[in-house]
């Protein structure tokens, strides 16, 4: 998911070089919004803006010296919210945005965050988002910080990946998750500026639990186990389990389903591993993650906020026919999938079905 032509990460040679996205010319610009606003008296200012213009934007050494002291890592499925399948996961490691604004000195008259990374300098192939002041600069406990992330999987972020550096929000769908970041605009303004609110989405919307279902096999014979398995994400709600409905299907086209009650039978989900230890990096503790006990290094909650894992349940002894099968993802409140927020443009929570012949 990435807007521009040529993207950015085609980019070779010289022309990444200009484009400032090599490890050695990557810079950070944060300023304050200078749009006059009739209402307000006061300007928004920051006492010490970072600029290329006079050689103060941030550089990458700065920030990796930055993440000495205040590095969090963490795992995140991404996830777009206009497709309805998760793009992937990985342990994204970095520094808190609000520690990389606190370089900037005082702030006056700030109410939100406006950032945007590289796009071929053609404001048509822009793609910005914005946090609020209150969202950068607090976390309330238990919650996870937005932060610049520099490293994924123990390596630097890969340019197809938005490196040198991205936004990450952990709490957020990707559009939040700002490729090849360079310019943070701090403003005064209240209203979010998030390209994809343009495109009729929730700016707002948080990353939603949800279960996605694995193709099947059209046809199994009697007497075989049909295996259902798919992804689940845990989002802002957390997740209490997985569930599955299964219902007969009728043969004759345009007839509605026999056996359609709903009946949503549990599913098992995958155990957290044993030993995280091989799971991360070399070099990476599963007690320096976050979602993680800092004591014992296993996850607080399971499966971790924000992450994915799997889910499967076998389907045994089903008489020879055609079957459709659901599953959907139980949040922590008790809400069922799609509940309670069927609108689209705030997540794709659809429920997902299957087809298959048992022969
Ligand atoms: N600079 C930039 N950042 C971006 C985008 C983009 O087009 N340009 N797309 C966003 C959207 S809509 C999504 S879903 C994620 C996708 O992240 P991925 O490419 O790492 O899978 O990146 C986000 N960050
Ligand atoms: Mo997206």
Redesign the pocket.
Known sequence: ????NPK?HTLKGDALVQARLTPETWRLEITADATPNPAIKDRTGISKPLTLADGSALDLPALLELGKKHEVKFLKA?Q??N?PTP??QGLWEGVPLREVLRLCGTMRNVRRIFY????NNDPKQL?QSSLSYTQAMETPPGELPAFLAYRLNGEPIPL???GPVRMVIPWA???K????LQHIVVTNDYKANDT?AEQNNDPESHLKTAAYLDDLPAKTPTGQAVLISGLVISGLSGLKRVEYSLSRENTKPGAPDVDAAEQWVECRLEDPPTEWNSVFPTGVSPRQVLGFDSRTGQPTTWPLRYSMISWSASLKGLAAGKYAVRARAVDLNGFAQPEPRPNQKAGQNALEVREFEVV
Not at 116 to 119: Q, V
Not at 177 to 180: E, L
């Open positions: 998911m990435s807007r521009g950015p991404m777009c919210l497709i793009l992937g945007w990374g590289f796009h793609f197809i990946r938005g769908y990707g559009f998750s700002i490729k090849w994809y």
